[in-house]
C-alpha cells in the first residue's frame, strides 16, 4: 500500500507542543537578558540577594548545596547521562530515546558555552563566592541550570511518553522536576557564583530544548504512524485519497446489493405440482371438433 500523503493539519498537530515549548523558552531567555542590559526588573535583586546569602551561609547548607551542584556540573553531570542512557538502552532495546537524551543534552551544553560568550556577563565578584576564583567563564545563562533544567525535563517527557496513562506519575514527575531544578539553581546563588538572572536565563533554555525533543519525538511518532498505521482505521491522507462517489449513487449501489441479498435467501422458485388439487391449473387451448 503506497504511504499516505501528510497533510499539513497533521504537521502542524504533530509539532505545535514543541514550537510552544521553544517559544516560551525563547521568550523567556530574551525577557531576562533584557532585564539585565536595561538594569531594570528582576535585575534589581541579583546584587542584595546574592549579599544577602553570602551572609548567611550555614556549615550544613554550604556541605549539601556544594552536593547538589557537584552533581549537576560539567563532570559529573556527563557520567551520570551516559550511566543512564545506557541503561535505559540495554533494558528496553531501543536506541532511539537514549540518543535523543543524549543529543539534548549536547544541545543545551553548546547553547549554554555559546550564549555565554555572546552576553559577556561577568561572574559575581570574588568575594562573594565560597571559593575565591573558582568560577572563570561568563556568567549569563547559568550552565549548570541549563544542564539540570534540560536533564529531568527530558527524562521525564521521555519516560512519560512510554507510557501516557500514567497521570499520577506525570503529576509526581512534575514537582520533582520542579524542586531538582529549584534547589539546583539556589545552589548556585548560595554558593555565590551566579545572579537571580542567570539561572532564570538557564532555566528557560532548559525549557526551549525540551521544545525541541518534543517536536523530533512527535515527528517522528507521526512518520511512524504514516508507515504502519494501526490496523482497521485509516489515516486522514488515505481518507482524502479515496475516491468520491456521489450520495445518489451509493445509495442506488446499496439498493441493488440489498435486493441482491434478498433473493438469495428466498431461493428459486418452485415448479406447481399437477396432482396437487390446491394448485392453479394450466389452462387448456380449446380447439373446435
Same mark, same amino acid.
Given at each position: 500500500?503506497?504511504?499516505?500523503?501528510?497533510?499539513?493539519?497533521?504537521?502542524?498537530?504533530?509539532?505545535?507542543?514543541?514550537?510552544?515549548?521553544?517559544?516560551?523558552?525563547?521568550?523567556?531567555?530574551?525577557?531576562?537578558?533584557?532585564?539585565?542590559?536595561?538594569?531594570?526588573?528582576?535585575?534589581?535583586?541579583?546584587?542584595?540577594?546574592?549579599?544577602?546569602?553570602?551572609?548567611?551561609?550555614?556549615?550544613?547548607?554550604?556541605?549539601?548545596?556544594?552536593?547538589?551542584?557537584?552533581?549537576?556540573?560539567?563532570?559529573?553531570?556527563?557520567?551520570?547521562?551516559?550511566?543512564?542512557?545506557?541503561?535505559?538502552?540495554?533494558?528496553?532495546?531501543?536506541?532511539?530515546?537514549?540518543?535523543?537524551? &543524549?543529543? *539534548?543534552?549536547?544541545?543545551?551544553? $553548546?547553547?549554554?558555552? /555559546?550564549?555565554?560568550? %555572546? =552576553?559577556? !556577563?561577568? @561572574?559575581?565578584?570574588?568575594?562573594?563566592?565560597?571559593?575565591?576564583?573558582?568560577?572563570?567563564?561568563?556568567?549569563?545563562?547559568?550552565?549548570?541550570?541549563?544542564?539540570?533544567?534540560?536533564?529531568?525535563?527530558?527524562?521525564?517527557?521521555?519516560?512519560?511518553?512510554?507510557?501516557?496513562?500514567?497521570?499520577?506519575?506525570?503529576?509526581?514527575?512534575?514537582?520533582?522536576?520542579?524542586?531538582?531544578?529549584?534547589?539546583?539553581?539556589?545552589?548556585?546563588?548560595?554558593?555565590?557564583?551566579?545572579?537571580?538572572?542567570? &539561572?532564570? *536565563?538557564?532555566?528557560?533554555?532548559? $525549557?526551549?530544548?525540551? /521544545?525541541?525533543?518534543? %517536536? =523530533?519525538? !512527535?515527528? @517522528?511518532?507521526?512518520?511512524?504512524?504514516?508507515?504502519?498505521?494501526?490496523?482497521?482505521?485509516?489515516?486522514?491522507?488515505?481518507?482524502?485519497?479515496?475516491?468520491?462517489?456521489?450520495?445518489?449513487?451509493?445509495?442506488?449501489?446499496?439498493?441493488?446489493?440489498?435486493?441482491?441479498?434478498?433473493?438469495?435467501?428466498?431461493?428459486?422458485?418452485?415448479?406447481?405440482?399437477?396432482?396437487?388439487?390446491?394448485?392453479?391449473?394450466?389452462?387448456?387451448?380449446?380447439?373446435?371438433?
Amino acid at each position: 500500500m503506497a504511504r499516505p500523503r501528510m497533510r499539513p493539519s497533521d504537521a502542524v498537530t504533530a509539532l505545535w507542543p514543541g514550537v510552544l515549548l521553544l517559544a516560551l523558552g525563547i521568550g523567556g531567555f530574551l525577557v531576562a537578558l533584557d532585564w539585565v542590559r536595561e538594569q531594570e526588573d528582576l535585575f534589581l535583586l541579583d546584587q542584595p540577594l546574592l549579599e544577602y546569602l553570602s551572609q548567611n551561609r550555614t556549615p550544613g547548607l554550604t556541605a549539601f548545596f556544594e552536593v547538589v551542584t557537584t552533581i549537576f556540573g560539567p563532570v559529573v553531570l556527563p557520567i551520570v547521562v551516559a550511566v543512564i542512557a545506557l541503561i535505559w538502552w540495554r533494558v528496553s532495546r531501543s536506541w532511539w530515546h537514549p540518543v535523543l537524551l &543524549v543529543g *539534548a543534552m549536547i544541545l543545551s551544553t $553548546v547553547l549554554g558555552m /555559546g550564549l555565554k560568550i %555572546a =552576553v559577556g !556577563r561577568a @561572574r559575581p565578584e570574588d568575594v562573594f563566592m565560597l571559593i575565591p576564583g573558582f568560577e572563570t567563564s561568563y556568567s549569563f545563562p547559568s550552565g549548570h541550570t541549563i544542564g539540570a533544567t534540560t536533564f529531568v525535563l527530558v527524562v521525564s517527557y521521555l519516560l512519560l511518553h512510554e507510557d501516557s496513562d500514567a497521570t499520577w506519575r506525570l503529576a509526581l514527575w512534575s514537582v520533582g522536576a520542579v524542586l531538582i531544578i529549584a534547589l539546583v539553581a539556589l545552589s548556585r546563588l548560595y554558593l555565590g557564583y551566579h545572579f537571580l538572572t542567570d &539561572v532564570l *536565563a538557564g532555566a528557560c533554555v532548559g $525549557v526551549a530544548v525540551l /521544545g525541541v525533543v518534543v %517536536a =523530533v519525538e !512527535r515527528w @517522528r511518532d507521526l512518520s511512524l504512524e504514516r508507515v504502519d498505521p494501526p490496523q482497521g482505521l485509516l489515516s486522514l491522507a488515505e481518507v482524502d485519497d479515496r475516491p468520491y462517489a456521489a450520495p445518489d449513487a451509493e445509495r442506488a449501489d446499496q439498493e441493488r446489493a440489498d435486493e441482491a441479498v434478498a433473493g438469495s435467501e428466498e431461493g428459486p422458485a418452485e415448479e406447481p405440482d399437477a396432482d396437487d388439487p390446491a394448485s392453479p391449473a394450466e389452462p387448456q387451448d380449446e380447439r373446435p371438433a
